[in-house]
Every structure is written in C-alpha cells, then in structure tokens.
C-alpha cells in the first residue's frame, strides 16, 4: 500500500535548522500536490507548506521566508527546509499528498504520514 515516512525532526535551538523528509513509497509524487502540515497540542492542524501539480509553492505567512518545501522527483520524496526556527515551530510534523494535481482543503489528502516531533528551544 501507498506509504509516506517522515523522518529528519528532531530538537534543535530557536535560530536552528531541520531538513524534514517525506519518503513516499507506491505512489509518484511528480505532479501531484502535497503538503506539510504540523500540530501541537491544543492546536489545530496547520498546512505549513505545499507545491502543486505544477510546481508553484504555497507557504503559511508564519513560515514565509522561513522554510522551503521541494519535490525530489527521481528519488520520490518531499523535502521541507526548516531555517530559522522558533519555539512556536514546535510540533509534530506531517506530509501528505493528494491524487489531485491542485489541493485547498483537507479533505483533498488521500494519504498521510505517521508524522516526525519537531521540538524548538529558547
């Protein structure tokens, strides 16, 4: 079955950096549309980053100019580099990915990962 494996979190410094990974297996990321999404607790889910069907990059304004997300298309994985990283960047971290080569809503996402703790200290 259609797997996405998240890895790359970890505890890091406000100021620090994390490269996260989304490594998909059955299902060809080239030109489908998926996302990064994170929650903490008490929180609801957040879509942090996503890149469409067509390659266009969509981010939440508390990461703009922050984090990057990038599409590995031989190697099949999705990439979201985390720069600058603050306390409230603390969270668990999912990738998610969608038949559909354009996605707005939740809903859209068929498949997601079990998600990889991102923890940032002051």
């Known amino acids: 079955q259609v797997q996405l494996v998240e890895s790359g979190g970890g505890a890091v410094q406000a100021g620090g950096s994390l490269r996260l990974t989304c490594t998909v297996s059955r299902f060809t990321v080239r030109g489908a549309c998926m996302s990064w999404f994170r929650q903490s607790p008490g929180k609801e889910r957040e879509r942090v980053a996503t890149?469409?069907?067509?390659?266009?990059?969509t981010y939440a304004e508390s990461v703009k100019a922050r984090f990057v997300i990038a599409r590995e298309n031989v190697k099949n994985v999705l990439y979201l580099e985390m720069d600058r990283l603050q306390v409230d960047d603390t969270a668990m971290y999912y990738c998610a990915a969608s038949w559909k080569r354009y996605c707005s809503a939740t809903d859209d996402y068929a498949y997601w990962g079990q998600g990889t703790q991102v923890t940032v200290s002051s």
């Open positions: 890149v469409d069907g067509d390659g266009r990059k």
